[in-house]
Structure formats: structure tokens, C-alpha cells
């Protein structure tokens, strides 16, 4: 086994951490920021009375206009969802064609030998 090429996956492994890293990183920074949106629209404003909301029926409309807005959360669920699969399923089997056709070789004291020959 030849010593670039084991310096070569562990760079690759470096690299890889370093990109999980930066989308938990990425993550943490659109969580706090998303916690603080939430804390200022749920502080009501210091100078502005508080007016008690009034329990009244929605109308034809504002009962239409939420189900369309409900049913757009479930359309981009449902595209966010289509699109992870379709990534994973490509990135596995791009795994499984460069496995299959580069053969990776791993080597032990005793000798060497070949996964997917």
C-alpha cells in the first residue's frame, strides 16, 4: 500500500468531517437565529396596548386561505423529502460504481485482497 494513498483518504475523511461539521454549524446559527424571530414576534411591543383577541368564526375565505397555505407546507415537505431520497439514492450508487469499478484493496500482514472483484 503506498503511503500517498493512504495520506489521500485520510484527507478525504478530514474534508468530509469538516463538511458535516459546517452544516451542523450552519444549523446551530438558523436555529438561534430562528429563536430569536420567535422571541421578538412573541414580545408584544412596549408602547402599543395589548388588545384581547376576539373569538369570532372565520369566514369562507380565511377558512380557505389557511387549508392553501397548509397545503403548501405539505407540497414543499413532500419536494424537500423527494429531493433527499433522490440525492442518497444517487450518492449511494455512485459509492456502489466507483467500489465496483475501482475494487478498493485493503491489505493485512498475511497478504492482500480485493472487495468486489
Known amino acids: 500500500m ?5 495520506l489521500s483518504i485520510l ?8 463538511l458535516l461539521w459546517t452544516f451542523v454549524w450552519v444549523a446551530r446559527l438558523l436555529a ?15 408602547d402599543e396596548p395589548v388588545e ?4 369570532a368564526d372565520p369566514t369562507p375565505e380565511e377558512e380557505a386561505a389557511e387549508e392553501l397555505a397548509s397545503a403548501e407546507k405539505g407540497v414543499g415537505v ?5 429531493l433527499t431520497l433522490a440525492g442518497l439514492w ?8 466507483g467500489l465496483q469499478r475501482f475494487a478498493l484493496h485493503f491489505g493485512y500482514q498475511t497478504g492482500q485482497f480485493t472487495i468486489l472483484t
Open 78 to 82: 413532500n419536494v424537500t423529502l423527494g
Open 2 to 6: 503506498n503511503l500517498f494513498w493512504v
Open 32 to 46: 438561534v437565529r430562528s429563536q430569536q424571530r420567535a422571541l421578538e414576534l412573541a414580545e408584544p411591543p412596549e
Open 90 to 97: 444517487f450518492s449511494a450508487n455512485a459509492l456502489w460504481i
Open 11 to 18: 484527507f478525504l475523511l478530514f474534508a468530509f468531517g469538516v
Open 52 to 55: 384581547e383577541a376576539e373569538e
